[in-house]
């Protein structure tokens, strides 16, 4: 019970703290902003390592199925003595066979340490630019195939099939299929920047611009609504937490955030340019 009570003032605190900024910058906004992103590097660097590093690395490099007493395996005995929930005894079970050439991205990586050594730091270049490479050629793939590829073949759709209707909501329709065709043309001309838009040439892009304001408008709608549901989910969690069986944790924290800065502001007066941090 007490640990639920003490998580309750926590996230009034931190949500509040967050919300102070929209007084001025505080060191209550400060704390909160320090936590978050101090409390998500450690998160997800755990959770990197213990999900891939761990069993897809390690797990490849010396795995249970092939554990021995050779030099190789006496190597990892000897890293278990540091750590024996990195190096399990026996091995890492995984269910990977074993495979030396996990080596490379081992060294890689090793490299890309050796950059917080001043005198060594020139190995990280090998690591970076590996890593930079191999992102940039599946990302380039991934994206032609996705927002290229995909989109095009999106767009070759029939406007005379007798098997359509002529207008439909939820599915394919003679209406909808002439849409995407008005608003893919109109809005690729709209960036042909050769010729004036001036004319015929210039109605024609401004249809295109009203499919792109609607476009741009409907993904920044559908963006707004995440973050206010987001938003409620604070707002909805800042009431219970001002409920008795939380000993008004909102209330309180609310309160004296407001009383601190009141005071701290009253003090300031005199110095518009004076800054709480």
Do not use: C
């Not at 991934?142 to 005379?160: A, D």
């Not at 099939?161 to 599915?171: C, K, Q, R, T």
Request: aromatic share 18%.
């Amino acid at each position: 019970m007490f640990g639920e009570i003490f998580g309750a003032w926590v996230a009034a605190f931190l949500t509040l703290a967050i919300f102070s900024f929209l007084y001025k910058d505080n060191p209550f906004y400060k704390i909160a902003e320090h936590i978050f992103v101090g409390v998500s590097a450690g998160y997800w660097t755990s959770m990197f390592f213990w999900t891939q590093i761990q069993p897809n690395l390690f797990g490849r490099l010396w795995p249970s199925t092939h554990y021995s007493d050779g030099i190789w395996y006496g190597v990892y005995d000897l890293f278990g003595i540091f750590s024996s929930s990195i190096f399990p005894e026996g091995g890492i079970d995984k269910g990977h066979e074993m495979h030396l050439m996990y080596l490379i991205p081992f060294a890689l990586g090793i490299m890309m340490l050796l950059s917080l050594f001043k005198k060594l730091s020139w190995f990280a270049r090998w690591g970076i630019a590996y890593t930079v490479g191999m992102a940039a050629g599946l990302r380039a793939y991934g994206y032609l195939n996705s927002n290229v590829i995909g989109q095009i073949k999106g767009t070759i759709i029939p406007l005379s099939d007798p098997d359509l209707p002529f207008f439909s909501l939820l599915g394919a329709s003679h209406f909808n299929n002439l849409v995407i065709l008005v608003g893919t043309v109109t809005g690729l001309l709209y960036f042909f920047f050769s010729k004036e838009h001036t004319g015929n040439f210039g109605k024609v892009t401004r249809v295109g611009i009203y499919f792109l304001m609607i476009s741009f408008g409907a993904s920044f709608g559908f963006a707004v609504m995440g973050r206010i549901s987001l938003l409620i989910g604070r707002f909805v969690d800042l009431i219970t937490y001002s409920g008795a069986q939380y000993h008004h944790a909102s209330i309180w924290v609310l309160v004296i955030m407001v009383a601190l800065l009141g005071y701290s502001a009253f003090n300031d007066k005199g110095d518009p340019n004076t800054d709480l941090s």
